[in-house]
């Protein structure tokens, strides 16, 4: 059975290349266009691992990240930042809020599939 990954970006083209390279190494794709759509998916579905961008209209990646782990549900749910977004304190932020790794675009899809599966072993 795969692994169902959901990705959330509001990046149209971001969201086909992480389908693309996703479904390539055999995970089930889910996505969302932002936080909120984001939190609306998760009412629907449970995927093994979460990535997110951080900077998104209407709820951005913090917020989203926060919604994910205040439902017992979602809570143990790996969540992998991936974002344009190198900055220290942000990636701080991120981790208190409940992220599990950080991971900087334009992504290498051999090395976002690894820490995937690293994540949801």
């Not at 995970?27 to 998760?42: K, N, P, R, S, Y």
């Not at 209407?58 to 992998?80: K, N, Q, S, W």
């Not at 599939?113 to 072993?121: D, E, F, T, Y």
């Amino acid at each position: 059975m795969s692994k169902k990954i959901l990705t959330v970006d509001d990046s149209k083209t971001m969201r086909q290349m992480l389908e693309v390279a996703l479904t390539a190494a055999g995970f089930e794709v889910v996505q969302a266009g932002d936080g909120l759509e984001g939190l609306e998916t998760l009412e629907m579905t449970t995927p093994d691992v979460i990535v997110t961008d951080i900077n998104m209209p209407r709820m951005d990646g913090f917020g989203f990240i926060e919604g994910v782990r205040t439902h017992e549900r979602h809570r143990a749910i790996p969540i992998l930042v991936l974002t344009t977004e190198s900055d220290a304190e942000k990636k701080e932020r991120a981790r208190r809020a409940g992220a599990t790794g950080w991971i900087v675009k334009p992504f290498d899809p051999a090395k976002l599939v690894s820490a995937i599966k690293r994540v949801s072993a």
